[in-house]
């Protein structure tokens, strides 16, 4: 059996839709036999009316998170939405000028104070109205250049963002800079998902095995007790014969190998 004991892409109370606190989580990775857990709650317009850092200061305590819980190997993260077509995310253009004390501080930006404080970054599509005018050799680009980011490690859900691009130039990207692509729990598993996304998540992972491109496992868990469950991706993975050396999540070892030859600035 494919071994998966990383589950990278879950999320907490934090993402408003969502039902499970940290600890939860965390339990359940424990519970499910999970060496290492990384939460990737949304940064995204989707959770608050004003965007503000008072609004996100979540994320920007998430070092008094122990770094191994329960037992598990605990990463901080989020999941960024790619926001434009040249490939911008989420907090890129809102200024950051003062602390959640209202002292006055040098002025940065939204995105650069929770990167800042994360280990790593999915970057995903929640909405693609705009990439709706763009040409696809437009939204390929835009995916590349969303991989050139210094914090982003992984592009989320690739196969059910329904956007029209041309899929080998951004997983060469990926592979070349040694990003990783998400197959994506969710989006084989819930049975509205499946119908739409199943055929072009398996192409993606198809491609991904004959281009050498790395991929890491994401439950996208909304609640504790889907932590970790990954049945359908494995079964996607074996039917197609997809390499067990290019799974970034068969250990926490593997997945902390790539996150550090991947970003400069990873440290664990």
Known sequence: MLKIACDVHTHTLFSRHAYSTVEEDVQSAADAGLE??????????????????????????????????????????????IVDVEGHLFGHDIPVTHNITEERRRETTLKSKVFDACDYVIASIHRKDFCDAATRAQNTQMYINVLEDPKVLILGHVGRSGVDFELDPVLEAARNMGKLIEINE???????????????????????????????????????????????????????????????????????????????????
């Open 36 to 81: 290492l857990l990384g939460i990737t709650d949304h940064f995204s317009c989707m959770l608050f009316e004003e965007q503000t850092l008072k609004n996100f200061q979540y994320y920007i305590n998430m070092g008094v998170w122990p770094r191994e819980w329960h037992g598990v190997r605990l990463l901080h993260g989020c999941e960024a939405d």
């Open 186 to 268: 969710s989006s084989i598993a819930e049975p509205l998902k499946a119908k739409k996304s199943l055929a072009r998540c398996e192409k993606v992972a198809r491609r991904c095995a004959e281009l050498g491109c790395f991929v890491s496992f994401g439950s996208d868990a909304h609640i504790a007790p889907a932590i970790g469950r990954a049945d359908h991706t494995r079964e996607l993975l074996e039917r197609i014969d997809f390499p067990e050396e290019l799974v970034a999540c068969a250990s926490a070892e593997r997945f902390l190998a790539a996150a550090r030859a991947a970003l400069p600035d990873f440290e664990l």
